[in-house]
Each structure stands twice: as C-alpha cells, then as structure tokens.
C-alpha cells in the first residue's frame, strides 16, 4: 500500500513540478501583457489546480499560501481593474515562495522560506483582507440580502465591509449605520 502512494505522491509531485514551470512561462507573458486577462486566467487554472492537489497530498504550506495567491489572482480575472508594477511584484514574489515552499515539502523540510509571512501580508493587503472581512461592493451585497434599514440613496452608498457579524455602510456624511 505504501509502495502506491509513493507512486501516487510521486505523480503529484511530477504534475506541480510541471505547472510551477509553466506557471515562470505564463508570468513572463503577464508581465509583458498585464491587460490580458485570458494569461490571467491561464495562471488562475494551473494554481486552482496546485493548490487542491497540494492540499490532498499534505503540502499545507503550499496549499495555504497558494490559496492567498489564487485569491489574489481570481481579484484581477474576475474585476475591471487592471494590474500594476506594484502587483506584479506581489505576483513575482508569490511565485518565488511557491518554488520555495514546494522544494521544502517535497523535502521533507518543516520551515517556512524567509519571506513566506512578508509576501503573504502583501498578498492580504492588497485584496485589503482582515481575518474574515472581506471587501465587498454594496451594489452586490444589496441584490443578495434583504435589509430592513432606512432607505439610502445610492449616491451616499460606498464600499464597505461585509463580516460574519454586521454590516456597517458609509454615508457620505461619515455616518455609520450597523444593519
């Protein structure tokens, strides 16, 4: 049974290998095409895929960092903003840690690659990530929720934060008002 899995692990192990290579190819695209959204979502695929199966095979690190990334990644695939040098580094960087985190699991190696914590902030605060608040445009959040509030003018309406425990919009007048 052992003898198995080693060959199952060792296919993971082939297929990651294969898609962190391809993944420096994509990059180099990006970086020279930061409007295309279909290299976007090339690179989305093949780290949507690298993140589940490291999580299958007990690659945490990887999969938790890969998670982040694919966070990052499904922002820009799936929004009208565009990249810049700023998060092409991000995405550079996240790339280094990935190669990084993969060769120490793949090892057997228990530690974290020297930047692993500081590319991960970037990551976070740039999808402006805290704990479980997530940013969310109140246009959507309004179409799927059913509030009983005073009606506010959707001029006075702007971003907000969505949390497991209230809802908190801002007026332009720098009211709040917890729903």
Known sequence: MADKRDRVVAIFIEESTEIIQ??????MSLEESMWDKSIINEIFRG?????GNANSFGFTK???FVHYF???LD???DSNHQLNENIMDIIFNSYD???EVFEYEKEGIDKYPQEYE???QKIKQSLDVKDDVAPVIVEKVIEKQHFHHDKFDQNE???FSLSKKELIINTCEGGKKTI
Not at 22 to 27: D, G, R, S
Not at 47 to 51: N, Y
């Open 97 to 99: 840690i990935i190669k």
């Open 70 to 72: 694919e966070d990052l």
């Open 62 to 64: 990887l999969g938790g």
């Open 118 to 120: 500081k590319v991960l």
């Open 22 to 27: 391809q993944l420096e190819t994509e990059l």
């Open 75 to 77: 922002y820009y695939r």
């Open 157 to 159: 309406l702007k971003l």
């Open 47 to 51: 780290v949507h895929t690298l993140k």
